[in-house]
């Protein structure tokens, strides 16, 4: 750990940062090993890179993606988040292909050098476009101008240069602000927005807003940050597309224990109109696996908030509908040896470095005949796990 830590604190990490991160044991490696990776390109990481090796290895888990972009970002032909940004995002969409040098430095904007005839030019063009949007609104158009000036030709720019000469040609055709610009609007005035044709960015899901438009398209889970591809993660995939047939499956999944609250409100909300938004199912499932707390009431309760709330669930299914194929399964993961009985106690594997189990090498049989003395009820709730 104190080898990791003087790792981190050399990349510019505090050493609050550092010990923080170390307390998280994958992005501790992915970390160590960019930074590993990055020094046999460079003999200096100051800042600049160390920071964007860091959010790299917050968003990448695979090995050989983080000594390619570790390359990249060591040389300096990676160096902006904005591009660090767009090069996980291009990994994400080739999960398993080689990679296009040439096509992802295209992507990524490496080797694009912006000068500052060409940032002032091009701002004078956009600005004369809109300038009677300018002159109605004045300042208060600035943060529209800025944003149309980074999603056009300047996107790989330098985004502080790009920010002085906007605010500078502004100024130049405005003059300073004055009281009216820098106080807030009255309730009474309405500023009249100008309309700005903005595309919706690719892979957005319509419809949606906040995170859940983000979200992956079904099928498409290896775009997820951190996830990790393995060979056989494309076929799953598909398979999982030809069972589905490509719709959106959600579930609404209560303990019938009690009366639903507002925080149930909006899951309900959620899965079901996320589900409908993309022309999808949504289940209401049961989780009824403690039933000395459920009954018949609360089951009711919940089916009736659903269809008050205006949803119809696809299908109505129980959690302890399942219990047998669950059972089975554990028993197979125990006999592969992925699975074991333990007698650790919650106080014992409390934090985020908790002692290895001494019960982890028991033997397979041992651990499927104590497995079954708890189905059976033989030992006390709590007194192992498994």
């Known amino acids: 750990k104190n080898m990791s830590n003087e790792l981190f604190r050399g990349i510019g990490l505090s050493e609050e940062k550092a010990v923080e991160t170390l307390k998280n044991a994958m992005l501790s490696k992915a970390l160590e090993q960019i930074i590993v990776d990055a020094r046999k390109h460079t003999s200096?990481?100051?800042?600049?890179?160390?920071?964007l090796l860091y959010a790299v290895a917050s968003r990448v888990r695979t090995p050989e993606r983080l000594a390619f972009l570790a390359k990249y970002i060591a040389t300096k032909q990676i160096a902006s988040s904005l591009q660090a940004d767009a090069a996980v995002d291009y990994l994400k969409d080739h999960p398993v292909d080689s990679i296009d040098e040439a096509d992802f430095e295209s992507a990524?904007?490496?080797g694009i050098a912006i000068s500052s005839e060409e940032i002032e030019k091009k701002v004078s063009?956009?600005?004369?476009?809109h300038k009677s949007d300018l002159l109605a609104q004045r300042y208060r158009f600035g943060p529209a101008l800025l944003t149309?000036?980074?999603?056009?030709?300047?996107?790989?720019a330098d985004?502080?240069?790009v920010k002085t000469e906007v605010d500078k040609q502004i100024?130049?055709?405005?003059g300073p602000k004055t009281k009216e610009d820098v106080s807030k609007p009255g309730k009474a005035k309405s500023v009249k927005v100008a309309s700005v044709e903005v595309k919706p960015e690719e892979g957005k899901q319509s419809g949606m807003v906040g995170e859940a438009a983000n979200f992956h398209k079904p099928g498409e889970n290896y775009k997820t940050d951190r996830y990790v591809v393995t060979p056989k993660t494309m076929e799953m995939l598909q398979h999982h597309l030809n069972v589905t047939g490509g719709r959106v499956l959600t579930r609404f999944p209560p303990e019938p224990n009690g009366i639903l609250?507002?925080?149930h409100a909006k899951a309900i909300n959620f899965n079901f109109k996320y589900a409908?938004?993309?022309n999808g199912l949504c289940n209401l499932r049961y989780d009824d696996t403690n039933p000395e707390n459920e009954e018949e009431r609360f089951f009711r309760g919940i089916l009736d908030t659903v269809k008050w709330l205006g949803h119809n669930p696809w299908r109505i299914t129980h959690s302890s509908d399942y219990f047998d194929e669950l059972y089975e399964l554990a028993v197979e993961l125990i006999r592969r040896g992925l699975a074991y009985v333990c007698h650790q106690q919650h106080k014992e594997i409390q934090g985020h470095n908790p002692p290895p189990s001494p019960w982890r090498n028991r033997p397979i049989d041992e651990s499927l005949t104590l497995f079954e003395d708890m189905r059976k009820g033989k030992i006390d709730e709590g007194e192992v796990s498994r």
């Open 148 to 156: 149309m000036a980074r999603k056009s030709d300047l996107k790989w």
């Open 108 to 110: 990524c904007g490496v």
């Open 261 to 263: 609250h507002i925080g």
């Open 159 to 161: 985004g502080k240069a």
């Open 125 to 129: 063009t956009l600005i004369e476009a």
């Open 276 to 278: 409908a938004t993309h």
């Open 44 to 51: 200096s990481i100051d800042w600049s890179i160390g920071k």
């Open 171 to 174: 100024e130049a055709i405005l």
